[in-house]
């Protein structure tokens, strides 16, 4: 599993980078149903952050019903699709985002491009 965390540019809580980055790799395939997560110290290790900012990240990946946490038996993912969620709790963050985008002043076919081609990043594979 190779994920990044930005200490510098990125204003998100590190357990919420590793979260978003684990959630990625989920929906690209990368990391696909029944496989098991690296530890949580290893994880920590890797990064360079404390273990408990990984296990932080680790239960809110839970929480969403992403994966599955077992003492002794580490994590693993439960399914692509996670907790079922109302289309208005799925819009919020994709709204969140776009306002962000027009803030910056892009124009609406720049944004168009940069969530086309975020949507194909996320695709890969998936049909």
């Known amino acids: 599993m190779y994920i ?9 809580p590190i357990y919420q980078q590793v979260v978003d980055e684990i959630k990625a790799l989920i929906a690209r395939g990368s990391l ?52 079922l969620k109302s289309d208005e709790e799925l819009r919020k963050p994709l709204r969140a985002a776009l306002t962000q985008l027009v803030l910056a002043g892009l124009p609406r076919n720049r944004i168009m491009a940069i969530v086309g081609s ?7 594979g998936n049909g």
């Open 32 to 83: 696909r149903e029944g496989e098991q997560l690296p530890p949580v110290r290893q994880v920590a290790a890797d990064l360079g952050v404390n273990l408990n900012t990984i296990a932080t990240a680790y239960r809110e990946l839970q929480r969403e019903g992403l994966i599955t946490v077992r003492h002794g038996a580490g994590a693993i993912v439960l399914s692509r699709k996670g907790a």
């Open 118 to 124: 975020e949507l194909r990043g996320l695709m890969k």
């Open 4 to 12: 990044v965390v930005d200490f510098e540019k990125d204003h998100r």
